[in-house]
């Protein structure tokens, strides 16, 4: 690989000790046989990746005005300890080298790979012209996701979740609302809460289950309860699987690995 070409790295809200601490992270691992990494201070929508901190709301307003790029970056949340789940896409502070290259190695070895075997790749100058031929791109566009929840947490967690596996995200707040949209947008996943106004998830799922043109779906249940009793309500319904609130995002992506990553690949 050319020492031209690196993978681009963007940060939002993170603190300036945690900045210079990346800068001399990627100078050290500058001479590894692997991707190399490099900082880029502006114009974000350039960067491959994106290390944000999801608790700080200017970098989230921020992160939502990039992600309306046709191919948005990878997010890596920084989030408090305790939410640091998914290894792949976050992790928690402080930042340690072996961490921070462990994760973006992994990230660029899965979804990556590709441009640095591109002999027209060649660092920021061309990094516009990336195009993500990875699972989670299509030749019609990037996946689609309908997310039913009333809970706005909810649905800023599930659309960020979703937004760092370039999957688009919609919303609906209630049921009724979700089958009016489900009437004129096609969806690759629906993310179901069972509490809704008006009518309820296990509703809602059945109405869908009878579209004719809907009803392959995947359909995945967000519930705050887990007793065997409402798996089996869930499952009744049509549900394809089923997710305790607050939602694990280890769990989160297996699920989006099962029926959308794996499924577009093929």
Not at 155 to 181: F, H, W, Y
Request: aromatic fraction near 8%; hydrophobic fraction near 35%.
């Amino acid at each position: 690989m050319s020492e031209n070409k690196y993978c681009l790295i963007g940060t939002l809200g993170l603190l300036e000790h945690e900045i210079s601490l990346l800068q001399s992270i990627f100078r050290i691992s500058s001479n590894r046989d692997r991707v190399r990494y490099k900082l880029i201070l502006s114009n974000l929508a350039k960067a491959h990746i994106v290390i944000a901190t999801i608790d700080n709301e200017a970098a989230m307003d921020e992160w939502q005005k990039i992600i309306e790029n046709d191919h948005p970056p990878i997010l890596v949340s920084v989030t408090p300890k305790e939410l640091g789940k998914f290894p792949g896409h976050s992790f928690s502070r402080p930042f340690s080298p072996t961490k921070v290259l462990s994760i973006l190695d992994q990230i660029a070895d899965k979804y990556l790979s590709h441009l640095f075997d591109d002999p027209t790749f060649n660092g920021e100058d061309t990094a516009t012209q990336r195009v993500f031929a990875n699972a989670n791109t299509s030749a019609q566009g990037k996946p689609r996701a309908l997310v039913v929840d009333d809970s706005k947490t909810v649905q800023t967690q599930l659309n960020r979740e979703l937004a760092s596996s370039n999957i688009q995200a919609d919303i609906a707040e209630t049921g009724e609302q979700c089958l009016v949209m489900l009437e004129k947008n096609d969806y690759n996943i629906i993310f179901l809460d069972v509490v809704l106004p008006g009518i309820d998830g296990y509703q809602v799922c059945k109405n869908i289950r009878r579209m004719q043109d809907k009803k392959h779906i995947p359909v995945v249940m967000l519930t705050s309860k887990s007793s065997p009793f409402d798996k089996v309500r869930g499952s009744m319904a049509g549900c394809s699987s089923y997710l305790t609130k607050p939602v694990d995002y280890e769990k989160f992506h297996q699920v989006l690995n099962q029926y959308i990553l794996q499924t577009n690949s093929k």
